[in-house]
């Protein structure tokens, strides 16, 4: 069976502290991100708040998955997709920060050269062993 049907097969995962624990954090993460963005009215900073919030809870979630994965070859799975989403944390960070501070057109090129070089590391660890 292909590993992206055995993904979302139930048999193949047990739930774990470790793993509760990151569901848990990942949710909390998620619903404070949609706060900020409905309550800051989709500004550019909460959007782009939101941004960070989705790349951390898809890392957590994706390592939650994978703690709780009973097959190496799904735990690495979800491992590297869970890189790929911890991969581009620091460019969300560093846009996020750069508009809140108001230096945005200050540091387009930074923010450009933080996004293509997070995921080009996200992407090759995806697609690399």
Same mark, same amino acid.
Request: proline share 2%; aromatic share 14%; charged share 10%.
């Given at each position: 069976?292909?590993?992206?049907?055995?993904?979302?097969?139930?048999?193949? *995962?047990?739930?774990?502290?470790?793993?509760? #624990?990151?569901?848990? %954090?990942? &949710?909390?993460? =998620? $619903? !404070?991100?949609? /706060?900020?963005?409905?309550?800051?009215?989709?500004?550019?900073?909460?959007?782009?708040?939101?941004?960070?919030?989705?790349?951390?809870?898809?890392?957590?979630?994706?390592?939650?998955?994978? *703690?709780?994965?009973?097959?190496?070859?799904? #735990?690495?799975?979800? %491992?590297? &997709?869970?890189? =790929? $989403? !911890?991969?581009? /944390?620091?460019?969300?960070?560093?846009?996020?920060?750069?508009?809140?501070?108001?230096?945005?057109?200050?540091?387009?090129?930074?923010?450009?050269?933080?996004?293509?070089?997070?995921?080009?590391?996200?992407?090759?660890?995806?697609?690399?062993?």
């Amino acid at each position: 069976m292909p590993i992206l049907q055995r993904l979302f097969q139930s048999a193949d *995962y047990l739930a774990a502290p470790l793993t509760l #624990a990151n569901a848990f %954090a990942a &949710i909390v993460i =998620l $619903f !404070a991100g949609t /706060i900020i963005l409905v309550r800051g009215r989709a500004s550019r900073a909460s959007t782009l708040f939101f941004a960070v919030t989705l790349a951390t809870t898809g890392w957590l979630a994706c390592f939650a998955l994978m *703690y709780a994965s009973r097959d190496a070859s799904i #735990a690495l799975t979800w %491992a590297r &997709i869970g890189h =790929l $989403f !911890a991969s581009l /944390i620091p460019a969300a960070l560093f846009h996020f920060a750069s508009e809140y501070v108001g230096r945005r057109r200050t540091f387009r090129a930074a923010t450009i050269l933080f996004w293509v070089t997070c995921a080009g590391v996200g992407v090759l660890s995806v697609a690399t062993s």
